[in-house]
């Protein structure tokens, strides 16, 4: 059973830090495409940050704010925020996607999500 948790979320002023972290089990962690997605409040779900296992994309929102990094041995994945702002209030998601490249199937997991609050 494949299962992704999700910790780090919280309160923060405006110019902080934040460091959420998922940590994944049931899954061959070094095959899959790991993400953050957030949801801000009344909005869709929205992509953040992937992380391949050759390639890392950001939006263009979070672009030299925020890293995301993983580790394949211990199958965490983590986002460092920094310099956060209020428009980052959301909840925060954490994804695993692999693409079976022979039926071409893509099997894709979800957290429970964390909230990260950015305000004064």
């Known amino acids: 059973q494949v299962q992704l948790v999700e910790s780090g979320g919280g309160l923060v002023q405006p110019g902080g830090s934040l460091r959420l972290s998922c940590a994944a089990s049931g899954v061959t962690f070094s095959g899959y495409d790991m993400s953050w997605y957030r949801q801000p409040p009344g909005k869709e779900r929205e992509l953040v940050a992937t992380?391949?296992?050759?390639?890392?994309n950001y939006a263009d929102s979070v672009k030299g704010r925020f890293t995301i990094s993983r580790d394949n041995g211990q199958k965490t994945v983590s986002l460092q925020m920094n310099s956060l702002k209020p428009e980052d209030t959301a909840v925060y998601f954490c994804?695993?996607?692999?693409?079976?490249?022979?039926?071409?199937?893509?099997?894709?997991?979800w957290g429970q999500g964390t909230e990260v609050t950015v305000s004064s």
């Open positions: 994804n695993a996607r692999w693409r079976n490249p022979w039926t071409a199937r893509t099997y894709a997991y």
């Open positions: 992380r391949t296992t050759g390639t890392t």
